[in-house]
């Protein structure tokens, strides 16, 4: 009796152990671990292709064109990153007085838990600032103005 007593009490301090790592294992696969980002051409572009980088990573590359209006990815977090730095790089071609002009387009900000969020790449002031925008809450995503140092570095 002794023993299948202590059999019990051993197999409830197992299962009580257990259940944490359990519950905390199919918490941590719940979370959202990444986050989308749509890029779309506007109506004047003929082409564009743009690179996002996190964290000086190079983590998706888009390509529109007039057989291709947008494109989502789907961008995986840093692992325990939550707050990342992110910048923006990109040739844009539009027409523009019935002449065709390439924009160089980057700019850089940082992503504020960005995790489940859906993300926009958007363009203003004549296709020479391009950054990310979330526009269902603003807080997720902040722009700094000016050129992205990472965008400068040729392509290899």
Same mark, same amino acid.
Request: aromatic content about 6%; glycine content about 6%; charged content about 20%.
């Given at each position: 009796m002794k023993s299948k007593r202590a059999f019990l009490y051993s197999a409830l301090l197992l299962g009580c152990t257990l259940n944490p790592v359990h519950a905390q294992s199919e918490l941590s696969t719940e979370l959202p671990t990444s986050f989308t980002v749509t890029d779309e051409r506007a /109506?004047?572009?003929?082409?564009?292709?743009?690179?996002?980088?996190? %964290?000086? !990573?190079?983590?998706?590359?888009? +390509?529109?064109?007039?057989? +291709?209006?947008?494109? &989502? =990815?789907?961008?995986?977090? /840093?692992v325990g990153r939550f707050d990342v730095d992110y910048a923006l790089c990109g040739e844009i &071609?539009?027409?523009? !007085?019935?002449? =065709?002009?390439?924009? =160089? *387009?980057?700019?850089?900000? =940082?992503?504020?838990? /960005?995790?489940?969020?859906?993300?926009?790449a958007v363009g203003t002031n004549?296709?020479? %600032?391009?950054?990310? *925008? #979330?526009? %269902? #809450?603003?807080? *997720?995503a902040t722009h700094r103005h000016g050129r992205?140092?990472?965008?400068?570095?040729?392509? &290899?």
């Open positions: /109506p004047e572009e003929i082409s564009e292709v743009s690179r996002l980088y996190l %964290d000086g !990573n190079l983590v998706a590359t888009f +390509k529109l064109g007039l057989s +291709k209006a947008h494109e &989502t =990815q789907t961008i995986p977090l /840093p &071609t539009i027409v523009h !007085n019935g002449h =065709q002009e390439t924009h =160089q *387009v980057s700019s850089e900000g =940082q992503l504020h838990h /960005p995790e489940g969020h859906s993300l926009d004549n296709f020479t %600032d391009f950054f990310l *925008v #979330d526009y %269902d #809450d603003a807080a *997720v992205a140092a990472v965008c400068a570095t040729p392509n &290899t």
